[in-house]
């Protein structure tokens, strides 16, 4: 099952259909948009086997040019997703789908070489094939989760510090 409420933190344990309502997804937003989505990534928890996360497919999607691939933007509002403006991440345009009380998908147009999509696969990549450090990552995501339920940007900014070591290793 996916869907969280927007600002809540739940810890889910791993489940095998996170795939296939990424994939489900890639293929409904490939009718949507077509070439104009060139490829797509299943990143964040929910792409890591194994590992707990909060029930929300995160999702890349490659655009050719980031500025011009704001003009998605209403086509993609018509068909479930929320835009993200004042989103605080860099070289990227977010969208969330599903009502605010059960988001089910995170969406960021992304162009291939900027550094979100690098860090974001880098990251998912480091998680997979480093199972210590993913299990590291869970026991510091079930604390926050833990001491900060209803404050998603609490939780998000305390897992920096780990997510920016983890990081350094995956890119160098």
Not at 85 to 103: C, I, Y
Not at 117 to 122: G, L
Not at 129 to 140: G, I, K, L, R
Request: aromatic fraction near 8%.
């Amino acid at each position: 099952m996916v869907g969280l409420e927007r600002g809540t933190v739940e810890l889910r344990p791993y489940d095998s259909k996170w795939k296939r309502h990424y994939e489900a997804e890639v293929r409904r937003l490939d009718a949507v948009a077509g070439d104009r989505l060139r490829e797509f990534a299943h990143v964040g928890s929910t792409a890591v086997e194994g590992l707990a996360a909060k029930p929300i497919i995160d999702m890349l999607a490659v655009v050719a040019d980031l500025d011009a691939a704001s003009d998605l933007v209403p086509l993609l509002e018509s068909h479930g997703y929320e835009f993200r403006p004042n989103d605080d991440v860099p070289g990227r345009l977010f969208l969330a789908k599903g009502p605010r009380t059960e988001r089910t998908h995170y969406l960021s147009l992304v162009e291939r070489d900027g550094d979100c999509y690098r860090e974001a696969v880098a990251f998912r990549d480091y998680l997979r094939s480093h199972p210590e450090t993913a299990a590291e990552y869970e026991d510091v995501k079930r604390e926050l989760a833990e001491a900060h339920p209803d404050e998603r940007e609490k939780y998000t900014e305390k897992k920096g510090e780990f997510v920016q070591q983890v990081l350094q290793r995956a890119l160098a």
